[in-house]
């Protein structure tokens, strides 16, 4: 896709953290609901940005590299999968009216600004029910969303996670983002050089665009969160 002119501007999904995503991490039979779900709920955003990005260009013009863009000749939707009888209607007002937009979505929060908005990082797993961060040289205390006895076991740390559905979840929503992820894995110091690699494997073969950070672990002094009562 041809890059936009400097006077675009994106349209940000703010995908915020919320108790009900750190439940999704709880079971690894869940996980296949929730690849389906993800997809839904990404592509209905996607639906929505783009439906909103045409109207904008109908209202105040097309972006300057509309003409001959993946938009205009459709190749976006093509790549995407996007066929369905809703789709092709946009497709077809799109290419009438264009874009006001030549990228629409990106992934916030990230794990810095979370810390800014007091949220979690909106894609990742939470680290743990609480733990300590250091920023900037200061100690920040971070707090699973709404934690209590009563959703206590709704949130599995980071890194018990198996990291190849978290890097199978982000495949999925990357067909639906013009944008990288703010993509995290989370691995003990059990973790072999293999192992790692296969993960950044797995992740090619899913279409994710980038990993960000490779967060370890040491495991020589660990508490268990379900006996330290």
Not at 67 to 86: H, L, P, V
Not at 197 to 217: M, N, P, Q
Request: contains cysteine; glycine residues 6%; hydrophobic residues 40%.
């Amino acid at each position: 896709m041809r890059q936009p002119s400097s006077d675009n501007k994106l349209i940000f999904c703010d995908i915020c953290a919320h108790p009900f995503f750190g439940n999704l991490f709880a079971g690894t039979i869940f996980f296949h609901f929730i690849h389906s779900f993800v997809d839904a709920v990404f592509e209905r955003i996607n639906y929505a940005a783009v439906k909103a990005s045409a109207a904008l260009a109908k209202e105040k013009g097309r972006y300057s590299l509309f003409e001959g863009s993946d938009w205009q000749t459709g190749a976006y939707f093509e790549k995407r999968g996007y066929i369905s009888e809703r789709w092709s209607a946009l497709r077809k007002t799109v290419a009438e009216q264009g874009m006001r937009n030549a990228y629409l979505l990106a992934i916030a929060p990230t794990s810095s600004t979370s810390v800014l908005s007091g949220t979690t990082a909106g894609i990742d797993p939470v680290m743990k029910r609480f733990f300590l961060e250091e920023k900037k040289g200061s100690m920040l205390p971070r707090v699973a969303p709404e934690l209590s006895m009563q959703t206590w076991w709704h949130y599995k740390g980071a890194h018990t996670v198996d990291q190849r559905w978290s890097v199978r979840a982000s495949g999925v929503r990357q067909r639906h983002i013009d944008q990288a992820q703010s993509m995290n894995l989370y691995i003990t110091n059990e973790f072999t050089m293999r192992q790692v690699l296969a993960l950044y494997l797995e992740a090619w073969k899913s279409g994710v665009k980038t990993i960000y950070y490779v967060r370890s672990k040491s495991l020589e002094v660990e508490d268990c969160d379900s006996c330290s009562s």
